[in-house]
């Protein structure tokens, strides 16, 4: 594991975009896995800037996100589909048909599932996964007590994460229960992934996801387990790190 301590999030935005733009300039056709939440944000508009600076090329790339809400179409504006459209896809020269996000109305979840399987596998599998981290030290939607072996599945949300999401709905109710989520195989199959997280509510769980014990108590443990890990922090998140 590599682990780049950066002074504010600013910085770890950057580094980040760096290394996703570096990754399709080495290999234009790239798969890339993608997470949203407020932590890539900065990360995504870094990339922006650098392909508006034609620095680098999305048009070759492909990308797989690492999650949806169940039973939240596409077009609500919560959905991590339009998510991805608003702070990246809109912006940049991607081929619609090389985006992939589970479809959270999907009615058959079992062939949704396996058919996110099949398509990463087409694709050549992923190249460069960025992954976020819950304050639960959940990566992708696979929460405390996680099955390790897991492919892409339908998940129950934790307590912890329907109240940390619930920022983004107008209430707590109206956040969805469940989610379809890249299981913790689907992450570690790919070649090489990069951690990110700011500020002071990420620095326990980045502490006993780097420092602690691989349990399925901290589903981001097992990443001490892939042998191309980035983990880019700003102090605040790094505070609690003994290294
Ligand atoms: P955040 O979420 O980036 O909004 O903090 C990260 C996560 O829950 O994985």
């Given at each position: 594991?590599?682990?780049?301590?950066?002074?504010?999030?600013e910085e770890m935005s950057k580094k980040a975009a760096m290394m996703i733009a570096s990754q399709v300039m080495l290999?234009?056709?790239s798969v890339l896995?993608?997470?949203?939440?407020?932590?890539p944000l900065g990360m995504y508009k870094e990339l922006i800037q650098l392909?508006?600076?034609n620095e680098v090329d999305f048009k070759e790339v492909?990308?797989?996100n690492l999650d949806e809400y169940y039973g939240i179409n596409r077009k609500n504006p919560q959905s991590y589909y339009e998510y991805m459209m608003a702070n990246l896809f809109n912006s940049i020269n991607i081929n619609r048909k090389n985006i992939h996000v589970p479809d959270g109305m999907s009615q058959d979840v079992n062939a949704i599932c396996s058919d996110y399987?099949?398509?990463?596998k087409k694709a050549g599998g992923i190249d460069m996964q960025v992954l976020g981290i819950g304050g639960n030290g959940h990566i992708g939607f696979n929460e405390p007590d996680v099955n390790f072996e897991a492919r892409t599945h339908l998940v129950n949300l934790d307590e912890q994460t329907i109240e940390a999401n619930s920022r983004f709905f107008d209430s707590i109710g109206d956040v969805p229960v469940k989610a379809l989520s890249?299981?913790?195989k689907t992450i570690m199959n790919s070649k090489k992934i990069i951690l990110l997280a700011n500020g002071i509510s990420k620095a326990e769980s980045i502490a006993r996801a780097i420092n602690g014990k691989i349990s399925p108590k901290v589903p981001a443990s097992i990443l001490q387990l892939h042998n191309d890990v980035t983990v880019i922090l700003d102090s605040e998140a790094a505070s609690g790190l003994q290294i």
């Open positions: 594991m590599r682990i780049i301590i950066v002074n504010n999030y290999k234009p056709d896995g993608l997470a949203t939440g407020d932590t392909y508006s600076k492909t990308t797989f399987e099949e398509k990463i890249m299981g913790i």
